[in-house]
């Protein structure tokens, strides 16, 4: 196979880290090798949101994204959400809004609804629909990650 | 929601978190996915270009010839492992690789097994293969008469006596020809005042579990370890023991947990592959289908449902059923399909006389077997529309048509079951009080209606089947419970520590729940058909039930007095001197049943419980572009009582969702064989913005006074009556009634320049 694997060095999750990658390797395949498994392929295509992790602040889809292109960046995951021993506000509105069924497809969901936090403190019903609507759910616990999100915003407001 | 009363112990009855809560938001949650083992292989499956050809030639040359290749697989040599590579749940169809003929377009016909997946991925591009075209068949009512036969010869498993008549049976697409006959219906049609008839038609759709189907096989010392995402962990065992001609004790399938089934994971999907290539290279065999792939491995039946009914002084009197199910090219589980969703067809109406043909037939579509409701959700479509079409043309109320026809508790299906703790009437009321169905509706104005409708449906338990549980109190006292039922997203897990917990008076949070081991776990008939809370929730119970009277002789053989305030912990150092021992409790479950008989398919005892389910939508019509905005849904079940209200609500409204997307849009397209949309890129399933701006979720207060804490099963309830309520509303909107799936903008425009003329 035509492949050239050269060494990157990145920072994984708050830490530095480096790998050996082939030019055809994808992000969440790397990702696996730090036995971090969280961001999934599924749809293959970019069009689910299973694969959600971030580059350098920004929202990518890990199953689009060579895993060269991250040498000398900044790559998050859902594993970091939780280093400290305690779920996120998102987290824990997730739990307790019952807003997942299989799983799957929810570190995508959590990573995404953190990125609209950020941005927007307060959505709307409507915000927070645009805002997910790249991520699939099968199971379709739509409803209840809306109010997931609606109460994990509620969560993060200062007293 | 419509809570009843939380159960009295407090265990049952409680909106427990999902156990394994933390886990999945976190990203820490098991799935076969995340598994590697030492030394494991990569593999990637060529596949049929062809719907229907015999093989002539496969050439792997070039492939083997690729650096990190470590060997190419086809049907030939499958058969150094088994002889007889041919498998399925019904009937014993399906080759592991393909071998003289393929059947539709995806079949497996090689493997790629290398190092590396991307090797694997490049080196399958890099085999031809060469066929002698036959000529296909893709329709299913086409193929009750087709020159074109898919397997010329049927090959019944052996294991249902209802099958036993196909063995043998030469150059016939038909898998399966269910009948029912109860009264004449042929009098009743001649003495009705009325008498309608339509045809129905549903189109093939795919599961699209987001955790696409993944399995690896590790060979052993005369034995073979199957990790895979199935539903069916004691069904892979049976099955790929019988394969290989050995003991069952020899091979072990472990399930962590599931990234969605929805009935695509069940029986052997890829673990009889895996199996023969481990065996074969000696080495671990890891195979992960893409999404597209998935659309080649198993589907839901599209199917034609010809409905004919009389009516006299308002009231149904006959009622025939002629029901086509487009099965694909292999059986899996169609044929059970076929029968066990057959025999409701007539819906939940009194219907004193009524004729059933349930067919299954073999196509050159990839195969299809069972879907999130098993065959009743096609049904539900068609006798509901039909129903709907009826009280329309008599200028009758459809609700209270329907209420006027509705199968009473005590009055017999047609089957000959007597109706018992199936509360269909209170699921229609309550839809029909939520949505005011009495009162006036606004129509909407200018170019934009609007329009409500309702359906309901049932459904019955697959019967008989068999669940065994295990209860392990430790030295401690804490516990767990090892069953080989999958938590595949339903929260069985959570369920089943709920009812260990209320048995034995512990907290549900305290239950640890051992995934499906067969080294471990005791057997379980599978995860499908709503049938979990019921039959393995017996078996749970029934296992802490043990432990506790286990516990409660220790006790009297310690000399201590009856109702004594130890507890288990205090109980074993007693006995033992020290934290040691065990307590283990099992249970084992098998409802009664009466086959129904060869001739007329009736049975007085048909199913342990029935499930009930009902939806109501009030919608918008754009008379201009065709498209319908669900504005309001209510889905109403009878699932008796809830274990775990919350989780239930959930699965309600996932269930009415999914089937949203298999009514408005989700549709397999083809061309010659071909499916030309698998993918998400073209094949659309529901997302955020395709759910309903409001949706209700009712629990009806029921019982199941033969269930486990009174509950029976719900994860197909709110699938029954998404897309007749939608056509009905549809019809009631701008006065045009589809009767083929999905209901898509273009066919409602269509529908409405028609009517136009």
Not at chain 2, 23 to 50: C, E, I, W
Request: aromatic letters at 6%; hydrophobic letters at 40%; proline letters at 5%.
């Amino acid at each position: 196979m035509d492949s050239t694997s050269r060494q990157i060095r990145f920072t994984l999750n708050g830490r530095p880290v480096s790998a050996r990658v082939e030019s055809h390797l994808d992000l969440v395949d790397l990702l696996r090798r730090f036995d971090l498994f969280g961001a999934r392929e599924s749809c293959g295509q970019g069009l689910c949101g299973c694969c959600t992790v971030l580059v350098d602040g920004v929202a990518v889809s890990g199953c689009l994204t060579l895993a060269q292109l991250v040498d000398g960046k900044s790559v998050t995951t859902v594993e970091s959400l939780d280093e400290s021993g305690e779920l996120s506000h998102v987290q824990q509105a997730f739990i307790d809004e019952g807003a997942f069924q299989c799983g799957f497809c929810t570190p995508g969901f959590v990573m995404m609804a953190h990125e609209l936090l950020k941005q927007n403190p307060d959505p709307n019903e409507t915000e927070i629909r645009d805002y997910l609507a790249g991520n699939l759910c099968r199971c379709a616990a739509y409803p209840e990650i809306i109010r997931a999100v609606r109460s994990a915003a509620d969560r993060m407001r200062p007293a | 929601m419509n809570v009843m009363r939380p159960m009295p112990a407090g265990q049952v009855g409680r909106s427990v978190p999902r156990l394994e809560a933390r886990q999945k938001v976190t990203g820490r949650a098991d799935y076969v996915h995340n598994v590697v083992v030492p030394g494991m292989l990569y593999t990637k499956v060529f596949r049929s270009t062809v719907a229907h050809g015999r093989i002539l030639s496969i050439d792997t040359s070039a492939a083997e010839a690729l650096e990190g290749v470590y060997r190419v697989v086809t049907g030939e040599d499958i058969k150094t492992i088994v002889p007889e590579p041919y498998y399925g749940p019904a009937f014993h169809d399906q080759p592991v690789l393909a071998l003289e003929k393929v059947r539709h377009v995806g079949e497996p016909v090689a493997v790629v097994l290398a190092e590396d997946p991307y090797i694997a991925a490049e080196a399958v591009q890099l085999i031809t293969a060469e066929y002698e075209e036959l000529e296909p068949v893709f329709d299913e009512v086409e193929a009750v008469t087709s020159k074109a036969v898919v397997h010329e010869v049927l090959r019944p498993a052996g294991t249902f006596p209802d099958l036993k008549h196909l063995v043998g049976r030469r150059d016939t697409n038909v898998a399966l020809d269910y009948q029912l006959r109860r009264g004449d219906v042929d009098a009743a049609f001649a003495a009705a005042d009325h008498v309608f008839e339509h045809e129905f038609r549903t189109q093939q759709t795919m599961h699209t579990p987001l955790e696409p189907m993944v399995s690896l096989a590790i060979p052993g010392h005369e034995s073979l370890t199957i990790h895979t995402a199935s539903q069916s962990p004691s069904f892979v065992r049976i099955e790929i023991a019988r394969l290989l001609g050995w003991p069952e004790n020899r091979v072990r399938v472990l399930v962590p947990h599931l990234g969605g089934g929805f009935g695509a994971k069940l029986y052997i999907k890829l673990e009889a592959l895996v199996a023969c290539l481990a065996l074969l290279v000696r080495r671990p065999v890891k195979l992960s289908l893409t999404m597209e792939e998935q659309f080649y491995t198993i589907t839901k039946h599209a199917s034609t449902f010809r409905i004919k009914s009389s009516i006299k002084n308002g009231k149904i009197t006959g009622r025939r059923c002629e029901v086509f199910w487009n099965g694909g090219a292999y059986a899996d589980i169609g044929p059970r399909v076929t029968q066990k969703s057959g025999f409701t067809a007539p819906g939940p109406y009194d219907i004193e006389n009524v004729s059933i043909d349930s067919v299954a037939l073999y196509t050159n579509r990839p195969p299809a077997g069972a879907l999130r409701g098993f065959g009743i959700p096609q049904l539900v479509w068609a006798y509901e529309s039909h129903t709907d079409l009826i009280a329309r043309d008599l200028g009758i109320d459809p609700v209270e048509f329907r209420r006027n026809n509705i199968l009473r508790e005590g009055r017999e299906q047609a089957t000959g079951t007597a109706m018992k703790d199936a509360a269909i009437e209170a699921v229609l009321d309550d839809i029909a009080q939520k949505m005011d169905w009495s009162k006036p509706f606004d129509r909407g104005t200018g170019t934009v209606k609007r329009g409500r409708g309702i359906a309901i449906g049932f459904k019955a338990s697959i019967s008989p089947t068999t669940s065994v549980a295990i209860v392990n109190v430790y030295g401690d006292g804490s516990c767990s419970v090892y069953l080989s039922t999958v938590d595949m997203g339903q929260g069985s897990d959570t369920a089943m520590a709920q009812i260990v917990a209320e048995t034995l008076g512990i907290e549900t949070e305290n239950v640890k729940v051992i995934h499906p081991d067969t080294d471990v776990t005791p057997y379980d008939m599978a995860t499908l058909g709503s049938r979990s809370t019921f039959h393995m929730g017996h078996a749970v119970k029934l296992a802490a039930q043990h432990a506790r009277d286990q516990l409660t002789e220790l006790a009297a053989s310690l000399g201590l007095p009856a109702g004594t305030n130890y507890g288990p912990k205090e109980l074993f150092k007693k006995k033992y001197g020290m934290q040691a021992g065990n307590i283990v409790g099992v249970g084992s479950y098998i409802p009664e049943y009466t086959s129904p008989a060869p001739e007329t398919g009736l049975s007085a005892n048909v199913t342990p419980f029935w499930m009930v389910g009902g939806t109501g939508v009030e919608i918008e019509v754009d008379t201009e572009t065709g498209h319908v905005k669900i504005l309001r849904m209510i889905n109403a079940a009878d699932l008796g009582r809830a274990l775990n209200p919350k989780v239930v609500e959930t699965q309600l409204s996932g269930a009415a969702l999914m089937q949203l997307g298999f009514t408005l849009f989700e549709n397999m397209e083809y061309d010659n064989g071909q499916v030309t949309n698998a993918s998400f890129a073209d094949y659309k399933i529901p997302g955020i913005h395709d759910i309903p701006a409001r949706i209700e979720n009712d629990i009806v207060e029921a019982e199941q006074t033969n269930g486990p804490y009174g509950a029976k099963g719900v994860g197909e309830s709110a699938t029954f009556g998404v897309s007749p309520a939608i056509a009905n509303a549809i019809h009631d909107a701008v006065g045009v009634r589809l009767t083929e799936m999905p209901l898509t903008p273009e066919s409602v425009f269509r529908a409405i320049r028609a009517k136009k003329g």
